[in-house]
DNA sequence: TTTTATTGATTGATCAGTCAATCAAAAATA
DNA sequence: TATTTTTGATTGACTGATCAATCAATAAAA
């Protein structure tokens, strides 16, 4: 079997993987024999590739967030006009791998980590802020600049807020009534200051 | 000095201790060992007390949920109107004590193991059933029913929205910034359905 | 004397991380 | 082409540390 070139192979697997099995466990105390395990080579060879769970982990975090960043980057390029961009950031947010309660569990688990790792907090602030400049930009070109920050602020915490909410489950709402939800914050606040 | 009636003050201590631990920690993998030092007693006492870590970290939980309860009943009291009852509620989910760094850090902790413990998530759920339907109660009295549900659905995600947004420290906000966006999103919507 | 509070010492389990050894492909050499 | 050497991939077995949980013992009140 031992071919060459089984490294970038490896660390996608190994990375699937642990995102897998956190999600399931809903924390990041899992051990590597498990998200090796998920992956099918043994913990050691995910030691060699990694060199440690932390670093693993801090991979995990931030190739999930690369993709989760062309989700949005195609989604934009897709829409046309600064309201239609807007619409495309909220629905990938929302979009249904994201949804689903094992991505929701595993995202709460790393920003949990956060407070830890100094790593996967700046990976997690770089989504912040891309998530905020996205919004201003579009916003700037429909009310004045001042009220396009606070706007989307409102909006990335309401997304933010619907998001782990939606990991408690207590009342489990629709993507679509999410979606619709930021929706309106955003027309409601853009028609007040015309009106 | 073993005296009678020790137990509600090592509970109170420990379950004090444990928050805190866990705050500056930013994360529930905390030792038993450093609680118990925190509260000033041994390791074996805390299991005494408690029978093993798990319900001592649940016991946290429902403690400080039961605190920031009392919280919105004496701020709801104090209030007269139904728009100042929702600026109680909003006011308190920001207060200073809720919006330190090692508190916001704790709860985190807690939201996440809420995807591994039931016990723990049927806490947060009262909590977060109780936060939408103070809100709902005097928005009732402000819009129609319909609408009622839907804006509290919207601030509460906001609150927690801005909640955790905090906790990354990526854009800090002022506590008196987050009330206002808050209170700016109820008045802006209630407006928007009068006008 | 019984009960409550308290701890030091210990145990058993779990895990991250290491290491030496194996195996097969690729590259170099004859 | 055949043979040897090197290199990358892979693992089983092991180690050392950590930690929750237990327990027997002590000490002071009731």
Redesign the interface.
């Known amino acids: 079997m031992p071919k060459v070139g089984m490294e970038p192979v490896r660390r996608k697997a190994l990375v699937d993987a642990a995102m897998r099995v956190i999600g399931d466990?809903?924390?990041l105390?899992v051990t590597m024999s498990e998200i090796a395990k998920q992956a099918g080579v043994s913990p050691a060879l995910a030691h060699h590739y990694f060199g440690s769970k932390e670093q693993l982990l801090i991979e995990t975090v931030r190739v999930h967030l690369q993709r989760l960043r062309d989700s949005v980057v195609t989604a934009l390029r897709a829409a046309k006009t600064p309201r239609e961009k807007l619409s495309a950031v909220i629905r990938v947010s929302f979009q249904a791998d994201q949804f689903a309660p094992e991505t929701i569990?595993a995202w709460?688990?790393f920003?949990?980590?956060?407070?830890?790792s100094e790593e996967t907090?700046r990976f997690?602030?770089i989504y912040?802020?891309r998530l905020?400049s996205n919004l201003v930009a579009n916003l700037k070109a429909l009310c004045p600049a001042g009220d396009a920050g606070?706007i989307a602020?409102?909006a990335?915490?309401?997304?933010?807020?619907?998001?782990?909410?939606q990991?408690?489950?207590?009342?489990p709402?629709s993507t679509e009534a999410s979606i619709a939800?930021t929706e309106?914050?955003l027309t409601?606040?853009l028609?007040?200051l015309r009106?």
């Not at 920003?111 to 830890?116: I, P, T």
């Not at 990991?167 to 009342?171: T, W």
Request: hydrophobic share 40%; net charge positive; aromatic share 6%.
């Open positions: 466990h809903g924390s105390t569990a709460l688990a920003y949990a980590e956060a407070q830890r907090r997690l602030v912040a802020r905020h606070r602020e409102g990335a915490a309401m997304i933010d807020g619907l998001y782990i909410r990991g408690l489950r207590s009342a709402i939800l309106d914050y409601t606040h028609n007040a009106g």
